[in-house]
Every structure is written in C-alpha cells, then in structure tokens.
C-alpha cells in the first residue's frame, strides 16, 4: 500500500519569499494533518481537514499560512512570505477519519524548509 | 504548562539494559494515547496504543495512570536499534479529535 506522499523533500528559500508544499495522503483516508516540527520540539498541529473541509485550523498563522484540500484528497500547504522562523519540518499525515478515539496517524517523509 | 510534557534526555544506556520514560499530560478529559516513534530525520511512527490495563509488545510495556495522568514506556533488553526519540502523544475531543505530541525522550544505545 502507497503512504503518505510530499513533495518537495527539501526547499531553500530567502526570507520574505513563498513557498508551497504538496501532499497525497494515503488513499481512501478522510483526514488529513499539516504539521510543523522545529528542530528539538514535536510536531505541532497547523491544520486539520476532514475531507475538503477545515476541522481545525486553530494554531495556523492565518497572516502568513494558508492550506487547501480541493476534492477531499490531495492538499497544498503555502507560506508566504516567510520568515526566519518558519525554518522546519514540515510533515504531512492521513488518517481514517472515522472519528474513533483510537485514530492512527501516518506520516509521510516531511518537507524541510530553511529559510535564510 | 506544556499539554503534554517529557523528559527530552538523551537517556544513554548499553545494550541489554531496560530503560523508562514517562510523559504527564495536562487535560483531563484525554482519551486515548499513543508513543510513536521518531528516527533521526525521518518522520515519526506509530509504535504503540496505551491502554488503561497496560499492554505490551514484545520487549516494550506501556501503562497509563488516569489519576496521576502519566504515561510509562518500558523498554527491556535494549537494542541499538532502539535508538530513536520516543514521542508521547495523547488525544483528546474538543471539536474535533486532538492530538497533541510531546516533545519527544531520546534514546541512545551502546554497544
């Protein structure tokens, strides 16, 4: 079975710039997950779709991130403009999505932003 | 106060040594937890489901204590592959289902 799908693996970018990241979730799953992990910490939920639609978008940067899921299955996450901090991981993850307790996440291999 | 707390480490021990690691979380109203698994650079995954009886799985035990909302994972006879940082991660229902990662233990085994 194909997992989590992101692209690209690796972005440099300069301050003030944007940046787009993309992410192909595990098929058939209704939820899917962008989250940020800065080197040292966890990762930190930014947005949660549940098909094409936001559950939670609570810790986004609304100034500055914005993310889609057109058609309930792929999603795009975009920064712009960036700044210093935005240096991360940036990691995607599908899940089920049938509202159990017990949802499993997987991840895909993540996006690592620097920006200088 | 961190929603879900850990000791960062790194917790150093030799192979065939059993190591602990905690994790205590804020919210009461948690329902599920999980550790997941995080290699250096990679992304993270699931390891396993804790459950209030305590559930093992092979050489790894996890036990979780509502009243003092605390999550153990117990690490016996450990391997150099079981280098990695621990992540401690619990879910609770808001809106929606919310999990919330830890800051993760790490672990490094030597020969």
């Known amino acids: 079975e194909a997992g989590v799908a992101q692209s690209p693996r690796y972005k440099i970018i300069e301050k003030r710039q944007s940046v787009a990241f993309w992410c192909n979730p595990i098929?058939?799953?209704?939820?899917l997950y962008w989250y940020q992990q800065i080197l040292g910490q966890g990762p930190k939920l930014l947005i949660q779709?549940?098909?094409?639609?936001?559950?939670?978008d609570s810790q986004l940067p609304k100034d500055r991130f914005s993310a889609e899921r057109l058609k309930g299955v792929d999603s795009t996450l975009k920064i712009q403009p960036a700044k210093l901090e935005d240096s991360a991981v940036y990691l995607c993850?599908?899940?089920?999505?049938?509202?159990?307790?017990?949802?499993?996440?997987?991840f895909g291999s993540g996006t690592q932003l620097s920006v200088l | 106060r961190k929603e879900v707390e850990q000791d960062p480490g790194p917790f150093n021990v030799p192979e065939g040594a059993t190591v602990a690691f905690n994790c205590t979380y804020s919210?009461?109203?948690?329902?599920?937890f999980f550790w997941y698994r995080q290699d250096c650079r990679k992304e993270p995954k699931l390891l396993m489901s804790?459950?209030?009886s305590g559930n093992e799985d092979g050489r790894f035990t996890a036990q979780l204590n509502r009243a003092s909302q605390y999550i153990s994972l117990l690490i016996r006879d450990s391997k150099l592959s079981d280098s990695a940082t621990y992540l401690c991660?619990?879910?609770?229902?808001?809106?929606?289902?919310?999990?919330?990662f830890g800051s993760g233990t790490r672990l490094l085994v030597r020969p």
């Open positions: 993850a599908s899940s089920l999505g049938r509202g159990s307790i017990n949802e499993k996440l997987f």
């Open positions: 991660v619990v879910n609770y229902r808001d809106s929606s289902y919310k999990l919330i």
């Open positions: 779709f549940q098909n094409n639609g936001v559950v939670d």
């Open positions: 919210n009461s109203a948690s329902q599920s």
């Open positions: 098929s058939g799953h209704a939820t």
């Open positions: 804790v459950y209030s």
